[in-house]
């Protein structure tokens, strides 16, 4: 059983930044299929970004693009969202999870996280003045 643990978040100005990790208590994330997502009150759980497992795959919801960038490092065995640029809107519950389908399957097109088996708790992200 994979256990995911987020860890990074905070309060940040907007303009600020942040990394978000992805790491896991139990097992390795090498072999899995990483995404982001998040969760704002009241509003449904959203793709942000996602990785395969060779890292040569990425893709990033139209809203966090030139901003947010997902990469792997599979010696630290942790995945990190770098998020640059934050604003308000950016508000919400970061979630990683894993799974081990292919990239191309499941957030090749959309980060479909109805695909996406391992789940963390979440961090919390504020931005705000």
């Known amino acids: 059983q994979l256990q995911l643990v987020e860890s990074g978040g905070g309060l940040v100005q907007p303009g600020g930044s942040l990394r978000l990790s992805c790491a896991t208590s139990?097992?390795?994330?090498?072999?899995?299929?990483i995404g982001w997502f998040r969760q704002a009150p009241g509003k449904e759980r959203e793709g942000v970004s996602c990785?395969?497992?060779?890292?040569?795959?990425?893709k990033s919801a139209d809203s966090v693009k030139g901003r947010f960038t997902i990469t792997r490092d599979s010696v630290k065995n942790t995945v990190y969202l770098q998020m640059n640029a934050l604003t308000p809107e950016d508000t919400a519950i970061y979630y990683c999870?894993?799974?081990?389908?292919?990239?191309?399957?499941?957030?090749?097109?959309?980060?479909?996280?109805?695909?996406?088996?391992?789940w963390g708790q979440g961090t919390q992200v504020t931005v705000s003045s």
């Open positions: 139990r097992g390795t994330l090498n072999g899995f299929t």
């Open positions: 999870a894993a799974d081990p389908t292919p990239f191309r399957d499941i957030c090749a097109v959309v980060l479909n996280k109805e695909r996406f088996r391992y």
């Open positions: 990785i395969s497992y060779t890292s040569r795959g990425t």
